[in-house]
């Protein structure tokens, strides 16, 4: 058992027993063993299975105790798996190993700082900015954590010592200004501020912070402005939608509304919340194994954090686990804000498993609590599409549109369905009603346009609405395929082969239009160009096609056989 492992080999950061199980034959040295675990280990971590990978690695270092790189990966896939105290005996380990190994200080700095150990953490930080006085996230993390402690003087230069090294790092301006603000130093508080944003002019961070500091100094008309301009660069952004309305009602009663410690409260930094953005800066640079170090990390420290594990979740799923995805959403609970983005993401990830029932489920659960949210009731109406439950995706468009009767989307795509379920009328006076609305609508247009060319009806009206479709895009291979049918059922078949080829040209993959221009070589007389573009058709078609389209084929070759026998 491990816990019955000496102190003075726990010191050492490895396990002998463990070492002993996995000791390699006489004749190999231990670095050939410990490389063959690592390699494993990579392996097995990059097809997600993130459990053996962790044993690998686990082998690997009893193998090859001394090379700190490896202890440094088991460390970090710990940190991942919530396992801390693993974690932090490896890190140590590894200092003793290596005193000026900055992986491993800055691990354990976030280890000690998500457990509540800022003293500790502190101190990590202060030894990697001696080995490297220009690591910018330990400065940033450092300057954060003396601004919680409310050691403002010593937050301050550490920051400005990050400005000055890396003028253009769009957070050290924006901490800095934090810091200064907390400290009341609000005209300093605004020029870091203003340099945060010269850097990046749509950050929704900047500009709702400086909309709270002016707040604070009880200038109305500028805070308005920068939440104002928060929303236009995010419009789901709930702090900047409450702050704007708190303002709003304030001018009135400033005093009642808001106090000014109250608004430093929220411009007080916490060094969790700093991670978590490094985490985000991370994601966004797609290098997924150290956001989810630092989200984790959050997450020690605050479990009950769903917009972190929202984060730490939305990570596993870009990085294709999605069953770690899935428990991560799961652990959101239902009262949480992020819950219904939680189960639409399943949702999501359930659909691509071919998982149809499962992934309605989840939209459901996602509805249920957000029942006006147009978009998710949507997303719910397309799943039951693709099942093949017309009546019901039916019944939830009816729904939307009886709630927003002037929105031309959702009159579209009940359009639509009215169509595939073979309701032609109400698809048609959709339609209709949708370009009443909207009459540039390019896909109600081509709809519409393509019906009545499928019908053989109103030909001359189909051509002019498909017309006015490729005036908005005239490049859209299925709105020239529409235009090409209208001249099939005309029986102008030289003008439908010129208008399908350039369709085909543009939407090559798509089966209706190679067989459409199947259709109209075989009428003219280019039966082997016929017989190519069938083929192709039914290389692509859906099962429900695939007969129709073998009996042209047959059909055509039965021809060719004949004419060759009869010449």
């Known amino acids: 058992m491990r816990g019955s492992v000496p102190s003075s080999s726990r010191r050492e950061g490895w396990d002998p027993e463990l070492q002993a199980e996995y000791a390699p034959p006489s004749a190999l040295p231990p670095e050939a063993a410990a490389l063959g675990h690592f390699l494993k280990a990579e392996i097995a971590i990059n097809e997600g299975d993130l459990e053996r990978g962790l044993k690998e690695y686990e082998r690997a270092v009893a193998a090859d105790p001394g090379t700190a790189m490896l202890r440094v990966r088991l460390a970090t896939l710990y940190v991942r798996n919530g396992m801390l105290p693993e974690a932090t005996e490896q890190c140590r380990a590894v200092v003793e190993l290596d005193s000026r190994n900055v992986d491993a200080r800055m691990l354990l700095a976030g280890i000690e700082s998500s457990l509540g150990h800022d003293q500790e953490a502190t101190a990590q930080y202060e030894a990697v900015l001696t080995i490297d006085p220009n690591h910018q996230d330990a400065q940033l993390l450092l300057g954060a954590i003396y601004g919680q402690l409310q050691r403002y003087d010593r937050a301050i230069e550490v920051l400005r010592g990050l400005t000055d090294r890396s003028p253009n790092y769009f957070l050290g301006h924006y901490y800095l200004g934090r810091v200064y603000a907390a400290a009341h130093e609000f005209e300093k508080a605004e020029q870091a501020l203003r340099a945060a944003a010269r850097l990046n002019p749509q950050s929704e961070l900047v500009l709702v912070d400086l909309g709270l500091l002016y707040e604070a100094q009880k200038q109305p008309e500028k805070a308005i402005e920068h939440y104002q301009r928060a929303l236009s660069a995010n419009p789901m952004s709930k702090v900047a939608r409450k702050r704007l309305g708190g303002v709003y009602v304030g001018q009135k009663r400033l005093e009642e509304a808001l106090t000014q410690f109250q608004e430093l409260e929220k411009i007080e930094e916490n060094p969790q919340e700093t991670r978590a953005k490094i985490g985000l800066i991370y994601f966004e640079r797609d290098d997924y194994d150290r956001a989810i170090t630092e989200f984790t990390l959050v997450l020690a420290a605050e479990p009950d954090n769903h917009r972190v594990r929202y984060y730490l979740a939305s990570v596993f799923g870009e990085m294709k686990l999605y069953d770690r995805a899935v428990e991560e959403f799961d652990r959101i609970p239902a009262d949480s804000e992020f819950y219904p983005d939680a189960r639409i993401h399943i949702a999501y990830i359930r659909q691509q498993a071919g998982r149809l029932d499962d992934a309605i489920t989840e939209a459901k659960r996602a509805v249920s609590v957000r029942p006006d949210n147009s978009d998710l009731v949507g997303f719910l109406?397309?799943?039951?599409?693709?099942?093949?439950?017309?009546?019901?995706?039916?019944?939830?468009?009816?729904?939307?549109?009886?709630?927003?009767?002037?929105?031309?989307?959702?009159?579209?795509?009940?359009?639509?369905?009215?169509?595939?379920?073979?309701?032609?009328?109400?698809?048609?006076?959709?339609?209709?009603?949708?370009?009443?609305?909207?009459?540039?609508?390019?896909?109600?247009?081509?709809?519409?346009?393509?019906?009545?060319?499928?019908?053989?009806?109103?030909?001359?009206?189909?051509?002019?609405?498909?017309?006015?479709?490729?005036?908005?895009?005239?490049?859209?291979?299925?709105?020239?395929?529409?235009?090409?049918?209208?001249?099939?059922?005309?029986?102008?078949?030289?003008?439908?082969?010129?208008?399908?080829?350039?369709?085909?040209?543009?939407?090559?993959?798509?089966?209706?239009?190679?067989?459409?221009?199947?259709?109209?070589?075989?009428?003219?007389?280019?039966?082997?160009?016929?017989?190519?573009?069938?083929?192709?058709?039914?290389?692509?078609?859906?099962?429900?096609?695939?007969?129709?389209?073998?009996?042209?084929?047959?059909?055509?070759?039965?021809?060719?056989?004949?004419?060759?026998?009869?010449?």
């Open 381 to 567: 109406a397309s799943l039951y599409r693709e099942k093949g439950a017309l009546t019901d995706a039916i019944e939830l468009l009816e729904q939307l549109v009886a709630s927003n009767p002037i929105n031309d989307k959702y009159l579209f795509q009940l359009g639509a369905l009215y169509d595939e379920a073979g309701r032609k009328e109400e698809a048609i006076a959709t339609l209709r009603k949708t370009l009443e609305i909207n009459a540039q609508h390019a896909q109600a247009l081509n709809y519409l346009g393509y019906t009545y060319a499928d019908l053989g009806t109103n030909l001359d009206e189909a051509e002019s609405l498909i017309r006015r479709a490729l005036a908005v895009s005239p490049d859209d291979g299925f709105f020239l395929d529409s235009l090409g049918w209208v001249f099939y059922q005309r029986g102008n078949y030289d003008a439908a082969v010129e208008q399908l080829e350039r369709a085909v040209e543009r939407a090559s993959d798509d089966a209706t239009i190679l067989e459409h221009l199947g259709d109209a070589y075989r009428q003219i007389g280019r039966v082997a160009e016929a017989l190519k573009a069938y083929r192709d058709a039914l290389d692509r078609a859906k099962e429900a096609d695939r007969q129709r389209v073998r009996d042209k084929i047959n059909i055509l070759q039965g021809n060719n056989h004949q004419g060759e026998r009869g010449s």
